[in-house]
């Protein structure tokens, strides 16, 4: 089955750009999502097909996909940004999520 | 607006069978595919299959093929997912998440969660 791969976690200061991965066979052939998921809350998609904003999405939030690699990008990252984040892939009919990554604001 | 709103939290006892639902309500039911997604206790997201509403189709990942079922009832814009043979291990936040039928996208929005707790 296609497996999609996150780092676990990912630090970085405020105001500074964090980049999440999500590697994949031939990735870059799938669209790719992204979402935000803070404790105790749904997730919430934060990119679409690659790179696509949905409405509500702050512009510091784009999105990424070539090759095998899928990347988030957060520039100027605030506090609230702190959640952990999750890709996801349509492998012909069924959908493959990453294991997560923890995003760390110091 | 959007919405789509679970049913709430569950116990049930290790071998019994649970039955979630999620009410959809805003939009036209039978235009988006309902996802199911689970989440044990501090773990990542696990996708465990989607229904069709138009169709009645279903696609389960392949984890889960003999003991969950989807199902919908359009008339009330509802989605179903029934877990059978419950194990400790299922104990978990259930949530469901749409995404259009007609284009490789997201899931645009989802459910509040439902908890379900197995235990002796």
């Known amino acids: 089955s296609y497996e999609l791969t996150q780092p676990p976690s990912v630090s970085v200061s405020p105001g500074q750009t964090a980049s999440i991965t999500c590697s994949g066979d031939k990735l870059g052939d799938k669209y790719v999502c992204w979402y935000q998921q803070k404790p105790g809350q749904s997730p919430v998609l934060v990119i679409d097909q690659d790179s696509k904003r949905p409405s509500g999405i702050p512009e510091r939030f784009s999105g990424s996909n070539s090759g095998n690699t899928a990347t988030l990008t957060i520039s100027g990252t605030q506090a609230m940004d702190e959640a952990d984040y999750y890709c996801?892939?349509?492998?012909?009919?069924?959908?493959?999520f990453g294991g997560g990554t923890k995003l760390t604001v110091l | 607006q959007v919405q789509v709103v679970q049913s709430g939290a569950e116990v049930k006892k290790p071998g019994a069978s649970v039955r979630v639902s999620c009410k959809a309500s805003g939009y036209t039911f039978t235009d988006y595919y309902i996802h199911w997604v689970r989440q044990a206790p501090g773990q990542g997201l696990e996708w465990m299959g989607w229904i069709n509403p138009n169709s009645g189709g279903t696609n389960y990942a392949q984890k889960f093929q003999d003991w969950v079922t989807m199902t919908r009832d359009t008339s009330i814009s509802t989605a179903y997912m029934d877990l059978s043979r419950l194990r400790s291990d299922d104990t978990a936040v259930y949530y469901c998440?749409?995404?259009?039928?007609?284009?490789?996208?997201?899931?645009?929005?989802w459910g509040q969660g439902t908890l379900l707790t197995v235990s002796s």
């Open positions: 998440a749409r995404s259009i039928l007609t284009v490789v996208k997201g899931f645009d929005y």
């Open positions: 996801q892939a349509w492998d012909t009919s069924t959908v493959v």
